[in-house]
């Protein structure tokens, strides 16, 4: 098997934990599936697996940890509940690129906007709360940027938070010139 063949195995190793459990359960199997010679799925089995889960639950902190920064008030608007939801979030995405932590955060703040909008996870503005900050997190890099977005409720107020009432709101984000500002309109 090429490096390249097996640094993509290896990272799906690392970053799928339902196959890693196939893999580990029936290594010729799998290997099979992937067009893999019984010496090579051989040599991979031979990977500790406490080894391979401990690497592959590490990188998934550090990319918790990643995401975290970039959605920090939403981290702390969910509590415990972010960690839960970021785990069952990281086993279906694989960021990959040069920005990829940024990429990360973006499509963590769909998939929370998506369990807020069909689930209903508390507190009940989490989905507003989440998608103002993924903006800013798209708005940030562009050198120059409109978004218009309406929200249910204040989210911009962080003071307001304990007590967010329902307020439709509109905001704009706009970049011109290297410079980014904020306007808010409340209807």
């Known amino acids: ?31 099979a599936e992937l067009g893999l ?22 990188l998934k902190w550090k990319r918790l940890g990643e995401v975290r920064q970039f959605l920090p008030r939403t981290h702390l608007a969910l509590g415990k509940n972010f960690n839960a939801l970021f785990w069952k979030y990281a086993e279906s995405y694989i960021p990959s690129g040069i920005k990829k932590h940024r990429q990360d955060a973006i499509a963590f703040a769909d998939f929370i906007a ?7 996870i508390e507190p009940p503005w989490v989905g507003d709360l989440v998608r103002y900050e993924q903006t800013w997190v798209l708005a940030y890099p562009a050198s120059i940027y409109l978004r218009v977005r309406w929200f249910r409720y204040p989210v911009h107020q ?25 306007l808010s309109m409340r209807l």
């Open 1 to 31: 098997m090429a490096l390249a063949e097996t640094q993509k195995l290896l990272a799906r190793l690392y970053t799928n934990t339902e196959f890693r459990e196939r893999f580990f359960a029936n290594p010729q199997a799998v290997g």
């Open 158 to 182: 962080p003071e307001n938070l304990d007590i967010c009432i329902a307020k439709p709101t509109i905001l704009v984000w706009w970049r011109f010139l290297g410079r980014l500002r904020l």
């Open 114 to 120: 998506k369990v807020a909008r069909d689930e209903g």
């Open 37 to 58: 010679s019984d010496d090579e799925s051989h040599q991979l089995a031979q990977l500790s697996v406490q080894d391979v889960n401990l690497f592959a639950n590490s």
